[in-house]
């Protein structure tokens, strides 16, 4: 469940930066449909947060460790939420590009964990 989860998360997220990075190459900063994109990425790391607590709470262990697994969870869950709240700071080409790089960001870290669960 976990690794499925990982490859949605980190492909949506690269759709994400993907989509507005096209906006910041478009000199456009980020609009509403930006920040209905990025709140379903953020809604796909929660869930990937949860099931990765639950999993942790039913006994099964990471590879690579608990705690380096929890934060890279946390890291992921707070990615693109900060992302935007600093697109919102610069609301020029560069917001756009900030968020794309918060995408790209969240695309690596699901590697990472990916690979810290043991896949």
Do not use: N
Request: hydrophobic residues 60%.
């Amino acid at each position: 469940m976990l690794a499925a989860l990982t490859l949605v998360t980190g492909v949506a997220a690269l759709l994400l930066a993907a989509w507005c990075g096209f906006a910041a190459y478009r000199d456009e900063p980020t609009k509403d449909w930006h920040f209905i994109g990025m709140a379903v990425v953020t809604l796909l790391a929660l869930v990937e947060l949860v099931v990765g607590i639950v999993l942790l709470a039913r006994g099964e262990d990471p590879e690579q460790g608990k705690t380096i697994f929890v934060a890279y969870l946390l890291g992921s869950f707070a990615c693109v939420p900060a992302a935007g709240f600093m697109s919102l700071a610069e609301r020029t080409k560069w917001g756009s590009l900030t968020v794309a790089a918060g995408g790209v960001v969240l695309a690596v870290l699901q590697v990472r964990l990916y690979d810290i669960w043991g896949g």
